[in-house]
């Protein structure tokens, strides 16, 4: 079946270097979508980003992410990391025909960033 | 601002009570799901609603049971509450079933069973 994994559990940074969630999937449907949420503690997931086509970059708040269909990646990278970014990110599949609209979850990175 | 509504924030209880949480979304969504966030901070889809219809069950405890009184809320009823029922339980809407559709999710309910 389909899957997401995030194979970093904890990324801790120093404020103001780049960031970069990994981000893998496997889906036998091609037109899945992928994308990037955000959770703070004690408030809900928010979207942050949402593949766009095959090897194009989507932006949002300073994040980016580009969908590589031929390494079935969707890494989140930001240039410079802020102390506000500290958070869990969830990147998460979505394929209308297998999952009925359900998002399929990676296992989460939390992003911790220190001064 | 949150659109999609959860009740209550937090609930504390035994094992084998009975609990039951409510989600309402005032965006006119016609999909609804519940997911759950444990421990580890896995998030599993549980249940779908479309048009009040299920079209999503993943195999859960069959003391979970979702119920839909129409396409705007979606409640979830825990029949005899487990330990490992112990959770965050997030509900969340969208427009649809179509792939390229975000969930918007709400604040969720965070369970302890003791």
């Known amino acids: 079946g389909d899957s997401v994994t995030q194979k970093e559990g904890l990324v801790t940074l120093t404020e103001g270097l780049p960031v970069m969630l990994n981000c893998t999937y496997q889906?036998?449907?091609?037109?899945?979508?992928l994308f990037w949420y955000v959770h703070y503690l004690n408030e809900s997931p928010r979207l942050l980003l949402k593949?766009?086509?095959?090897?194009k970059r989507t932006e949002h708040q300073g994040f980016h992410a580009t969908l590589h269909k031929s390494s079935s990646s969707f890494h989140l990278q930001k240039s410079s990391a802020q102390l506000s970014d500290s958070a869990l990110y969830y990147c998460a599949l979505s394929d209308r025909y297998y999952n009925q609209g359900k998002l399929i979850f990676g296992q989460g990175t939390k992003l911790s960033i220190k001064p | 601002e949150t659109a999609v509504f959860q009740t209550p924030n937090y609930h504390v209880t035994q094992v084998g009570n009975e609990v039951s949480f409510n989600c309402k979304q005032t965006l006119g969504h016609d999909t609804m799901y519940w997911y759950k966030q444990d421990s580890k901070k896995l998030l599993k889809i549980m249940f779908s609603y479309n048009n009040k219809q299920l079209i999503v069950n993943e195999t859960v405890p069959r003391r979970f049971s979702p119920q839909s009184s129409d396409k705007a809320h979606l409640n979830l009823r825990i029949k005899s509450v487990e330990p490992e029922d112990s959770a965050v339980y997030l509900c969340?809407?969208?427009?649809?079933?179509?792939?390229?559709?975000?969930?918007?999710f709400g604040e969720g309910t965070r369970l302890s069973v003791l």
């Open positions: 969340a809407s969208s427009s649809g079933t179509d792939n390229n559709q975000a969930p918007l």
């Open positions: 889906t036998i449907y091609s037109n899945a979508f």
């Open positions: 593949s766009s086509t095959d090897n």
